[in-house]
């Protein structure tokens, strides 16, 4: 289940850094922040798939996030 968590939350700080990585082009400035934030998502979802391979699929990504939500709101 921490492999879960790992993902999810790489899966969360990847969404959030693209807009802000859009927004740093649109205004011509170089986006440290917004890159330095996909490269550690990239590192974390790398890290929970290297832990449990067989397990993190794309088509199984929904169910891994749902899973996450569901054991927090419980």
Not at 14 to 27: N, T, V
Not at 30 to 38: H, I, K, L, T, V
Not at 42 to 47: E, K, P, S
Not at 50 to 58: C, K, S
């Amino acid at each position: 289940m921490a492999t879960d968590y790992l993902m999810t939350v790489g899966l969360v700080i990847g969404l959030f850094s693209i807009p802000a990585m859009l927004s740093a082009y649109a205004d011509e400035r170089f986006p440290r922040g917004p890159m330095a934030a996909f490269i550690l998502s990239a590192a974390i979802i790398v890290l929970a798939w290297a832990m449990n391979p067989a397990l993190y699929t794309f088509a199984e990504l929904p169910n891994v996030v749902v899973r996450v939500i569901a054991d927090i709101v419980k």
